[in-house]
């Protein structure tokens, strides 16, 4: 393996030579250039086949390369269409017809199908300069905060809106070219580090997992990680545990999934490992893109070494050899951390051939390119594979028929960074940490109507009520809370006398909730609920793939009816009809989005009746 400078000529051609100097190695420690490792047999006259170290961003040298020299670069990678699409689409700033058909012929797909998927995706434009054009995030808690002033302000820049950003513990975020601008006015954007998990108010008895070290100064770097323990679980597992004695210790810590489904990670992980099929894969899902949901980026942000510590865990559990990171595109800051957490962990040898002295494990980035549906496993999975992002038929599932149809664990990011934690310190210490017969931590993307939204680590099985007004410090001043949401959006709203509720699935399954990924907005008693409601259905009806036709047009459907453009003007008619294509929806939808979206509109007339009546007389006016 060599290092080599990758840059541009001064006839802007592409130019690559070897590292030797101390200037040299100056400058790609400066990022001045990028610094590729290759192995020398894939230089072939100057110009770069196959590099064994490849980035997710495109670095110098691909920015001048041509459509078939990208193509050529990434064809023998796992995983390289989308890596394809977002070379081009960052060298060009969109995406023509000509690269459209360029792409589709290197990859033999049918040019329609190609132009299916890469429309279907929100952040691959199609217009010249569509890439730098600002996308101002609406979700629901921008709304609430002037967000729709920002996009009307950025017009004249070419401003479309996007879905939650996933910055919802801070001012509106505006995604421009490969940076977040962060503000409260389009005047005052500003890039600026994503928010430090707030540290829990000094409650005695509540102990952290995901965040206990996450502010430790300099614990993004392997430097700073290995201070706090890091890499420590891994080298007892290989050392000390064989891979069934790591499967027993997950099982028995009673860690279940924390991207929503809640499935037990112990058994998840032990299905992988006892299919037939190799090479294995580790997908860690970092697309959250559930409105109200930022956890998944502040551990990525400050912490990415454990992310794939626990990725090297679930590799040594399972037998898997590769893996990879799925980042959602709105989170362009992170993919550079990331990336720099790998390059340090390849360095190490804790990633790569023979890592840590004993087990295979190759690790890739693939940034998606906005899609809410990519966050669902087999639509990721799809995705990753380059065909058109539908969820899958399940069974089949992941474990056995995954990337590639081989064996597969999808893990959240919180879920994988729990494990290091397990493996250090025990199942019964990790079970211990939730409240009563409840195992375990969650972190609660906590955003809205609050004094201080963030990301809470709290014991499964603990108060609402305490979160939101002893931590968080409750709504702003003279207001009174009147709804949360749960699940981010998916699981509609709480409010009444069910905002007294604990953070475990029983408690909030029995009010027709679920906690899932754990986002909790909070709506003060100002707010109309039904434009809120209003809003978040909208946001289905934009984001369901359009694979089943009850999911497709009854998420528009509702849509409609929510914004007065629609429906009988009689309440138990409107009523009656909302709640039926709703039911609808629940019976026949192929995924989690069309049985979630309907509990929006349900938990709305549950608990906002009067407010849904107003709504309805308004209409037949
Ligand atoms: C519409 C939809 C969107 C989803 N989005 C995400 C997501 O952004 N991140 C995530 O980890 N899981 C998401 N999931 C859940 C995944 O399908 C899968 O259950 C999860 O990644 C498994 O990891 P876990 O067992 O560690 O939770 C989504 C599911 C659905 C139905
Ligand atoms: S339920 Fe909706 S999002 Fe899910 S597969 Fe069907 S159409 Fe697509």
Known sequence: MIEFLAGKSAHN?????RAST????????????????????TLIEGRLRNADVVTAKPTELELALTNQEIIDRWRHEPAPLLAVLHAIHDRDGFLSDEAIQDIAKGFRIPVADLFGTVTFYHHLSRIPGGKEAPRVCTGPVCCLRGANEILDNLRKDGSTPMPCAGRCDDPTPVLKGDQVLIGETAKSLVATPSPLPPSNPGVAGFEECVFASIREPGRATLEGYRKSGGYEAIETALSE?????????????????????????????????????TPKTIVCNAD??????????????????????????????????RGFVYLRYEYPETLEILERALGEAKKAGLVGKSCLGTQDFELYIRRGAGAYICGEEGSLLNSLEGKHPF????PPYPVTHGFEDLPTVVNNVETLVSTPQIVRRGADWYRGLGVGEHAGTKVISLSGDVQRPG?????????????????????????????????????GFLGGEDLDITLDEPCI??????????????FDDSRDMVAVAHGAMEFFAHESCGKCFPCRIGTQRITERLAGEAGPGDL???????????????????????????LVSDSLMKYFGSQVARHVKSVKK
């Not at 009010?511 to 899932?516: R, T």
């Open 288 to 321: 959250e893109g559930e409105p109200g949901c930022f956890k998944d980026r502040a551990i990525m942000d400050y912490d990415p070494h454990a992310v794939i510590e626990g990725m090297l865990l679930a590799a040594h559990a399972t037998g898997a050899t």
């Open 241 to 277: 545990l064989e891979p069934d004695k790591v499967i027993t210790l997950i099982s028995e810590s009673k860690l279940a999934g924390r991207g929503g489904a809640g499935f037990p990670t112990g058994t998840k992980w032990k299905a992988v490992s006892d299919a037939p099929g």
């Open 22 to 41: 101390a200037s040299d190695v100056a400058l790609l420690q400066k990022g001045r250039y990028c610094g590729i490792i290759i192995p020398t047999n």
């Open 572 to 598: 138990t008619q409107w009523t009656e009809e909302v709640t039926d294509i709703g039911a609808v929806m629940k019976a026949t939808s192929a995924c989690g989005l069309g049985v979630a979206a309907p």
């Open 455 to 491: 990301n809470y680590e709290v014991p499964i099985g603990f108060s609402l009520q305490t979160l939101i007004h002893d931590w968080a410090g409750g709504p702003p001043e003279g207001r009174s809370v009147q709804a949360v949401t749960m699940a981010g959006l998916s699981g």
């Open 509 to 522: 399954r029995s009010k027709g909730s679920f906690l899932g990924a754990g986002g909790i907005m909070v």
């Open 13 to 17: 051609s592409p130019t690559i030579r």
């Open 391 to 394: 969820p899958r038929n399940r």
